[in-house]
Structure formats: C-alpha cells, structure tokens
C-alpha cells in the first residue's frame, strides 16, 4: 500500500501553527507582572523555627542544632516552654539516648552572632549534666549551633549567670561531700569565664 504524501500547503502550515502558539504563549507571558505570576504558581515556601524565632529573635528555617558533649550524637532543639523559659529536645545515640535542655532566662548576648548559656543533658541513667554553652549563629548557613560547652556539674543548682564587662560570672549550688545526690546542693561555687571581641569563652583558671 502506498503511503499517503501530506499536500506540500499542509506541511508548510504546521509549523507555522506551531509559530504563532508560541508567540501567543511569549506575549501573554510579558503581560503579566512578576506578581501576577507569583499568584498564578505561589511559590512553597519553608517556615521559619519557631524556637529560635521566640528566643533569639532570628528567622531561619534551619532548626537549633546541638552536639551533645562527650558524644557523637546531635539534638534538635524542637520545644519551648514560654512558663518556664525552657527550650527542650531529644537525642538518640544508640546505646544512649536523653534530652538536651537550654534555659532562656540565663541567655546571654556576647557579640552579634554569639549567645551563651546554661545547658543541661540528661540520659537514661540518674545523672543530669549542666554546662556552660555558647551558641554561634551562622549568618551565611542561617543555622544556631553550638561552639563549645564547659561542665559545670552533675545535678546542680544555678543561681545566676551575668556579663560584667568581658568576663562572665555563673554562680551555683553542687553537692558538698557527704552528701547524697537526692539532697539540695549547699556548696557554693562561682565560675568565671573570659569573653573575647569575636564572642569566645574560655574559663578563667
């Protein structure tokens, strides 16, 4: 069976057609504005962490991210309570597991991008272990992580945290000897830190 040849008219008028459905697309293309557009196809766009919204102030998508001290495991700090000024969250380190927990109220600003702190991680064991921690805010990664920590003490109770000049002081309660763990902290202790220009810490021996 022969083929069928398209009329030579017919074949020159396909592309053609073509021609001008594409220039019709391009000119309703221009007449629109960039707005008109954006409500045409909305963008999806990422939500901004609430937690580090409310205690630093900042917008990022990006979550607080935490090594955990003595570990190779990280926690994303995902809760605050507002009552009792405490940002919380979780790690999982295999064998080990617990909750990583940073208080608002002791949050302190040493430069533009670095803030220190009181955190605490406990486990699944009896222990809860309280450090001094500063927390860097990467401008270009939009993201809070944690720079360095300094142990405080096991199941302590902190009763103040101030910047005096570059230096900052955290004043607190450990267990005196003989007493046991279960008991309210008597022995008072008194820390110091030294705090340079670019917002480091480093213990005052």
């Known amino acids: 069976m022969k083929k069928r040849l398209l009329p030579i008219p017919l074949i020159l008028l396909i592309p053609i057609l073509l021609l001008i459905v594409v220039s019709a697309a391009g000119i309703y293309r221009f007449s629109l504005s960039d707005e008109e557009i954006l409500a045409k196809f909305p963008s999806s766009q990422q939500s901004n962490d609430a937690v580090i919204e409310q205690i630093f102030g900042l917008s990022t998508p990006n979550p607080w991210?935490?090594?955990?001290?003595?570990?190779?495991?990280?926690?994303f700090i995902s809760q605050y309570d507002a009552q009792t000024q405490l940002a919380t969250g979780s790690y999982d380190?295999?064998?080990?597991?617990?909750?990583?927990?940073?208080?608002?109220?002791?949050?302190?600003?040493?430069?533009?991008?670095?803030?220190?702190?009181?955190?605490?991680?406990?486990?699944?064991?009896?222990?809860?272990?309280?450090?001094?921690?500063?927390?860097?805010?990467?401008?270009?990664?939009?993201?809070?992580?944690?720079?360095e920590s300094y142990l405080l003490g096991d199941r302590i109770q902190v009763a103040s945290l101030n910047k005096l000049g570059q230096e900052i002081e955290v004043r607190f309660n450990k267990h005196a000897q003989g007493q046991?763990?279960?008991?309210?902290?008597?022995n008072e202790q008194l820390l110091r830190f030294s705090v340079s220009k670019a917002g480091i810490v480093n213990p005052i021996e």
């Open 180 to 186: 046991t763990m279960s008991d309210t902290p008597s």
């Open 93 to 147: 380190a295999g064998s080990e597991r617990g909750t990583v927990s940073v208080w608002s109220k002791w949050m302190l600003s040493v430069s533009e991008t670095d803030y220190v702190s009181v955190m605490s991680v406990s486990n699944q064991g009896s222990g809860v272990f309280y450090y001094l921690a500063r927390f860097h805010y990467d401008q270009g990664l939009k993201r809070m992580v944690v720079k």
């Open 65 to 75: 991210t935490i090594e955990v001290p003595e570990s190779h495991a990280f926690s």
